[in-house]
């Protein structure tokens, strides 16, 4: 039913059920929020969406106020904005006075709206927060004094991955978020996706930061600074430098990291290329050998936490084979720089990554061997981004580098890691012609693709037929791993993110980024695989001449050490 | 599972909502506060994250997460015992029982806390020694029931 209502003294036609704030949105008229969250039922906790509606003596939240037909609503009367203001004004009154040295300076909610309220003093001052900042967690950092409670990064743990390792603890003004017993972040369920850090107000949750170590790496005549990058971080960098997504992008991007001091940099789409590899000879293993099925990707080290934790009688199902990240590492030290005549001790391997938990996975026992680390440091997206602002890179001014180190060539397939049912999409296409012979037909896989956290198809390969399915959002695994856990035997192949809709929006990415910019980034990726001539992993000529001189053939023994890990069975924490 | 959890089992049906506060009381009267084991188990038992559990418990001011000591000491900070005359000062009990408000003493004797109210008010300040309460206690007073307690031996 439709009807009209009043806002701001004009007719607008509202539709009975939405709330207020949906017709505000569609008119355009912007009400500030610090707990709304796109796709999540509104709480209406933190108030500054109020509105003043003629005949209600409160003011009311739009967010979750719904509309009715006699309703004359103002958004920004004085009595609103008084409101709004007060409100701002006592959340700032325990905050720290920080901005100028704080990660989130410029981007961060509770300072733009402070701004756009046109606060211009300390109106109260209360006793601080004397929490201190919990550092134990090799991914994620917490800073109590920060957080305005707005419970947004709670909802996401809870909802969105399923783990509810933060909560609010305490109560009136002794509440904070915490985890039980107040214990560090990584000895609780935490699986470090950084889903977290994406939906905070404030700087209240951030990475570790690894800028200043790479740095000092960059800086050090003795180390030999080389650099790979996962698939989808040149198109959030175009993001953020307001570049154009286009061919070059790729081949300016590699010629900041040249000016950055980086001596070579490797695409991780390349390893994941070798991934696909060992993982489609596994599987065809496990496939003729009839045993362990389904088999579930482990590229996702939240993911692959989270069953260490919670489903470990579900570990033998892991794919054995490491992620592209190891991979890239083991292979970059242990061949490539040594026969640049490089020993692995001086080589400094940083990777760039849309996502936290590598930083977690590069520091574990998996990435390193006899005390040399695969990976020295992990950067996230945005902290890339600041790296190369103080080193001062101009992109305007740069000639694009073409790609001089041959361990650039890279099949699409690797690329299509960064998006849910990408990786899939990949893997499927190469164990169709280790089966058959042949390449699949049509090559791409529509079923697998879209904004969606659940897909699933049946592949045909030969006269056999697989299924297949690719779950993001890491909450929504748990229905299909129960289903698993008591007995459905008809999937074959489970694609696991636990970051929804995959990598492209990873808890390293760009703060704030929208549905929009997570739909510019899947489409780079296809693009690349649209216009790519090489879209199979195993026409990758960089990997077959990796197995033709040195490692044999797919998940051979000899590469077991190298290219899989083994299973985990003792509990980390 | 632990025998305590075990014998709640049947009280305490895995899908009622209320089974949670119940059996963290049980747990509390048992053992004196929470224990990070039990409120794991119980976590197991209702399919509940310990976080939420955790984070549920701290909103009530009954349950406590760490041992007492074998003195408890609990000391009214409502409106009325801090504003009655003769209030107790809650640094200057930190220093004679060794202890922070809301830890416990190093030998394990003594413990503090503060809370609310105790419903005692036209008779403030109200201090709790385990399950004794005393009632309108003057500094000097409750100088000389430390002291005695300090020196009695086990
Ligand atoms: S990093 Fe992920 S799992 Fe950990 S607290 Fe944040 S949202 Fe939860
Ligand atoms: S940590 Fe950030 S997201 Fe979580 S409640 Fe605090 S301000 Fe909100």
């Given at each position: 039913m439709q009807f009209d209502i009043e806002i701001n003294g004009e007719q607008v036609t509202a539709k009975k059920g939405e709330t207020i704030k949906n017709v505000l949105d569609r008119i355009g008229i912007k009400v500030p929020t610090l707990c709304n969250m796109n796709g999540f039922t509104p709480t209406g906790s933190c108030r500054l969406?109020?509105?003043?509606?003629?005949?209600?003596?409160?003011?009311?939240?739009?967010?979750?106020?719904?509309?009715?037909?006699?309703?004359?609503?103002?958004?920004?009367?004085?009595?609103?904005?008084?409101?709004?203001?007060?409100?701002?004004?006592?959340?700032?009154?325990?905050?720290?006075?920080?901005?100028?040295?704080?990660?989130?300076?410029?981007?961060?909610?509770?300072?733009?709206?402070a701004e756009e309220l046109d606060i211009r003093e300390r109106k109260h001052q209360t006793k601080r927060l004397s929490i201190q900042i919990d550092r134990a967690c090799s991914s994620i950092e917490r800073d109590p004094a920060k957080c305005i409670l707005c419970g947004r990064c709670i909802r996401i743990c809870d909802e969105v991955i399923g783990v509810a390792a933060i909560d609010i603890m305490g109560r009136g003004s002794d509440s904070r978020i915490g985890t039980s017993y107040n214990k560090g972040l990584n000895v609780s369920s935490c699986v470090k996706c950084g889903q977290c850090i994406m939906v905070c107000p404030t700087a209240a949750l951030s990475e570790r930061s690894n800028i200043q170590t790479v740095l000092d790496a960059l800086h050090n005549p003795e180390l030999f600074p080389v650099i790979q990058f996962s698939p989808t971080v040149p198109a959030s960098i175009a993001e953020d430098f307001n570049l154009k997504t286009s061919k070059d992008i790729l081949n300016l991007f590699r010629a900041a990291l040249k000016k950055m001091g980086f001596r070579q940099i490797f695409d991780t789409s390349m390893a994941a290329d070798l991934t696909i590899m060992e993982e489609a000879a596994e599987f065809i293993d496990r496939w003729n050998k009839q045993s362990v099925l389904p088999m579930f990707t482990s590229c996702c080290p939240s993911w692959v936490r989270y069953a260490e934790e919670?489903?470990?009688?579900?570990?033998?199902?892991?794919?054995?084979?490491?992620?592209?990240?190891?991979?890239?590492?083991?292979?970059?030290?242990?061949?490539?720089?040594?026969?640049?005549?490089?020993?692995?001790?001086s080589?400094?391997?940083?990777?760039?990554?849309?996502c936290t938990s590598k930083k977690h996975e590069a520091e574990g026992d998996v990435m390193k061997d006899?005390?040399?680390?695969?990976?020295?440091?992990?950067?996230?997206?945005?902290?890339?981004?600041?790296?190369?602002?103080?080193?001062?890179?101009?992109?305007?001014?740069?000639?694009?580098?073409?790609?001089?180190?041959?361990?650039?060539?890279?099949?699409?397939?690797?690329?299509?890691?960064?998006?849910?049912?990408?990786?899939?999409?990949?893997?499927?296409?190469?164990?169709?012609?280790?089966?058959?012979?042949?390449?699949?037909?049509?090559?791409?896989?529509?079923?697998?693709?879209?904004?969606?956290?659940?897909?699933?198809?049946?592949?045909?390969?030969?006269?056999?037929?697989?299924?297949?399915?690719?779950?993001?959002?890491?909450?929504?695994?748990?229905?299909?791993?129960?289903?698993?856990?008591?007995?459905?035997?008809?999937v074959h192949i489970v694609e696991v993110m636990t970051c929804p809709f995959g990598c492209i929006?990873?808890?390293?990415?760009?703060?704030?980024?929208?549905?929009?910019?997570?739909?510019?980034?899947?489409?780079?990726?296809?693009?690349?695989?649209?216009?790519?001539?090489?879209?199979?992993?195993?026409?990758?000529?960089?990997?077959?001449?990796l197995y033709d001189k040195f490692l044999g053939h797919p998940n051979s023994d000899q590469n077991k050490d190298l290219l899989h890990q083994v299973p985990i069975t003792e509990k980390t924490v | 599972m632990n025998e305590l959890i075990e014998k709640?089992?049947?009280?305490?049906?895995?899908?009622?909502?209320?089974?949670?506060?119940?059996?963290?009381?049980?747990?509390?009267?048992?053992?004196?506060?929470?224990?990070?084991?039990?409120?794991?188990?119980?976590?197991q038992y209702l399919h509940l994250p310990v976080n939420k559990i955790y984070g549920l418990a701290t909103f009530y001011d009954q349950f406590r997460f760490h041992a007492l000591g074998k003195y408890h000491f609990q000391i009214c900070n409502g409106t009325s015992c801090h504003l009655s005359e003769s209030s107790i000062n809650i640094k200057d009990l930190e220093n004679q029982l060794y202890?922070?408000?809301?830890?416990?003493?190093?030998?394990?004797?003594?413990?503090?806390?503060?809370?609310?109210?105790?419903?005692?008010?036209?008779?403030?300040?109200?201090?709790?020694?385990?399950?004794?309460?005393?009632?309108?206690?003057?500094?000097?007073?409750?100088?000389?029931?430390?002291?005695?307690?300090?020196d009695k031996t086990e």
């Open positions: 969406c109020v509105v003043e509606v003629d005949g209600l003596q409160g003011l009311v939240p739009s967010c979750s106020h719904q509309v009715e037909e006699w309703m004359k609503i103002k958004t920004h009367s004085p009595r609103v904005l008084k409101a709004r203001k007060t409100i701002v004004e006592l959340l700032l009154a325990r905050h720290p006075d920080e901005c100028l040295y704080c990660n989130r300076n410029k981007n961060c909610e509770l300072q733009s709206l919670e489903k470990r009688k579900l570990l033998p199902n892991l794919s054995s084979t490491r992620s592209p990240q190891q991979m890239m590492g083991r292979v970059v030290k242990n061949y490539i720089t040594s026969s640049a005549g490089q020993k692995p001790s080589v400094f391997v940083v990777s760039v990554m849309p006899n005390n040399t680390r695969y990976v020295d440091a992990v950067l996230t997206t945005r902290e890339l981004v600041r790296l190369i602002r103080l080193m001062g890179i101009d992109f305007s001014c740069l000639e694009p580098e073409p790609n001089d180190t041959a361990f650039s060539l890279r099949s699409s397939a690797g690329k299509l890691f960064g998006v849910s049912g990408g990786h899939l999409e990949g893997l499927i296409r190469t164990i169709h012609y280790m089966m058959t012979g042949q390449e699949i037909n049509p090559i791409k896989i529509n079923d697998l693709r879209g904004l969606k956290t659940k897909k699933e198809t049946h592949i045909k390969i030969g006269k056999q037929v697989l299924k297949v399915m690719a779950v993001s959002g890491l909450a929504n695994v748990k229905s299909v791993l129960d289903e698993i856990e008591s007995g459905r035997k008809d929006n990873g808890g390293g990415q760009r703060i704030g980024s929208d549905e929009k910019s997570l739909k510019s980034r899947m489409k780079a990726i296809y693009d690349v695989d649209e216009e790519e001539m090489i879209k199979v992993a195993h026409k990758n000529p960089i990997i077959t001449d | 709640m089992v049947p009280r305490f049906p895995v899908n009622k909502k209320d089974s949670l506060l119940g059996m963290l009381q049980e747990i509390q009267k048992a053992h004196g506060f929470l224990t990070e084991e039990l409120i794991r188990e119980v976590a202890t922070k408000d809301g830890g416990i003493s190093r030998d394990r004797k003594f413990s503090l806390e503060s809370v609310s109210c105790m419903g005692s008010c036209e008779q403030g300040p109200v201090v709790k020694i385990n399950a004794t309460v005393f009632t309108n206690v003057s500094p000097d007073e409750l100088n000389r029931i430390i002291r005695s307690l300090k």
